[in-house]
């Protein structure tokens, strides 16, 4: 049910309409059980592209996104920070602590930490960068950390 979209596509997942890469992931998020996960640095990387911001609040007033406390992440950076290639330790943490297991990202660097099986296990983290990638939505959106995160049983 989670997925985290990274800031460096943002602005090109939510636009609208969305480009057809995108279409499957926006029509799973606004009609099908899709849930998106933000928090922390990544919530301040985002508020600086209007077009996210504006589609973001859209999904937290439906129900569809969830915030998540920079304190918990913060938390779980200091376990993983030295594990990870990338620069982006803060979405690692995001992804551990909501249960989110694709990710939408055009950084390879990110794209290996979020693979990486010593970072996201359990099931293992999926990267989402084209409508090809479609089927991950179905087979990979819906861990049970993900629905408790969302509040959900």
């Not at 890469?21 to 998106?36: H, Q």
């Not at 589609?55 to 030295?82: H, W």
């Not at 970072?119 to 960068?129: A, F, K």
Request: proline fraction near 4%; include cysteine.
């Amino acid at each position: 049910m989670c997925i985290i979209v990274d800031a460096n596509l943002a602005a090109i997942v939510f636009n609208s309409p969305p480009p057809n890469d995108f279409y499957p992931l926006i029509d799973w998020l606004t009609r099908g059980e899709g849930k998106l996960v933000i928090g922390g640095k990544l919530s301040s990387e985002i508020d600086r592209v209007t077009v996210a911001k504006r589609f973001i609040r859209a999904l937290l007033q439906a129900g569809k996104a969830r915030v998540i406390p920079s304190t918990i992440i913060d938390i779980e950076i200091r376990v993983i920070a030295n594990l990870c290639e990338s620069n982006d330790q803060h979405i690692i943490a995001l992804a551990r602590v909501s249960g989110a297991r694709i990710l939408c990202s055009h950084d390879t660097m990110l794209h290996r930490d979020f693979t990486n099986l010593a970072l996201i296990s359990i099931p293992r983290g999926h990267v989402y960068q084209n409508a090809n990638h479609s089927h991950l939505l179905r087979l990979y959106g819906h861990t049970e950390a993900c629905r408790r995160s969302m509040g959900q049983q």
